[in-house]
């Protein structure tokens, strides 16, 4: 696959997480596999300074991969690249029986001031490390560097796939019918080492542990989630579809709220 992201101006921040262990999963089985059909959509993307737009695609390709490509604009022109990223994932089954989506490989560019800030992540299953290569004016985030997966046997997911990440485990339906549920997982950031920067008080790694918990449903169907890690909690809010509306990152005055979407 040719991996090729579009020069940007600068960063906004927006969107984080992955990598899972599962309680009480068994059973889960094929549920949401048939929902990751070829979607486009457009959110109204809001941090503490502006107010952008976030195109997301995501659709299955060649090889059983799902991917996600994602690119932030400026409200006045769709010209005008802030940030682009694509992650790609495999369909793969757990030793426990149910659908999982397996990370392979993420690229994130953003422009500071005009400069290029560029990461890719890949995900190495079989020898459980991560390898994440930067490319950057600065110094401190250049070069190559390995993170050791924190164990095996776990799910893994990107930031910028999490919903369906999760869904195709079967959780996000088990969840719903039950009124409760939670699942601990580990988080892998797409955005990684540029987001930690800029974002307050968050640890900077590239995997984190994290919980995904059910919140509630109110009157317009509307599914709330809650995201915990690092002492970080973001709201994620899906339709009937079990589709992204809404995320809300109170503590950081991130939020992003969907406005169309392409079938």
């Known amino acids: 696959m040719n991996f090729f992201l579009i020069p940007s101006v600068r960063l906004n921040l927006a969107l984080v997480i992955l990598l899972m262990i599962i ?26 300074y502006t107010e952008t737009r976030l195109v997301r695609e995501r659709g299955m390709s060649q090889g059983e991969r799902f991917t996600v490509k994602r690119k932030v604009t400026s409200l006045a022109s769709n010209e005008l690249i802030l940030e682009k990223s694509i992650s ?65 046997g776990g799910i893994y997911c990107f930031y910028s796939q999490l919903i369906e990440c999760i869904r195709v485990t079967g959780f996000i339906d088990k969840a719903i019918k039950k009124g409760m549920g939670e699942m601990n997982f580990y988080l892998i950031m797409d955005g990684y080492p540029y987001w930690h920067h800029h974002l307050s008080n968050l640890k900077s790694e590239v995997i984190s542990v994290a919980k995904f918990s059910l919140d509630g449903t109110n009157r317009r169907d509307e599914t709330s989630f809650n995201l915990e890690f690092g002492g970080q909690v973001i709201f994620f809010h899906v339709d009937k579809n079990r589709s992204l509306i809404k995320m809300f990152w109170v503590a950081q005055g991130i939020s992003i709220v969907k406005e169309s979407s392409i079938k």
């Not at 949401?32 to 993307?45: P, V």
């Open 88 to 152: 790609i994932s495999k369909m793969g089954t757990h030793k426990n029986g149910f659908t999982t989506l397996v990370p392979e490989r993420s690229q994130f560019q953003v422009w500071y001031d005009g400069k290029r800030y560029f990461s890719d992540i890949k995900i190495d299953i079989e020898h459980n490390k991560v390898e994440v290569s930067l490319k950057s004016p600065e110094k401190r985030w250049r070069g190559r560097r390995e993170v050791a997966l924190p164990g095996k």
């Open 23 to 48: 309680s009480s999963c068994a059973n889960w089985g094929q549920a949401g596999l048939t929902r990751l059909e070829f979607q486009k959509s457009i959110f109204r993307l809001t941090d503490l």
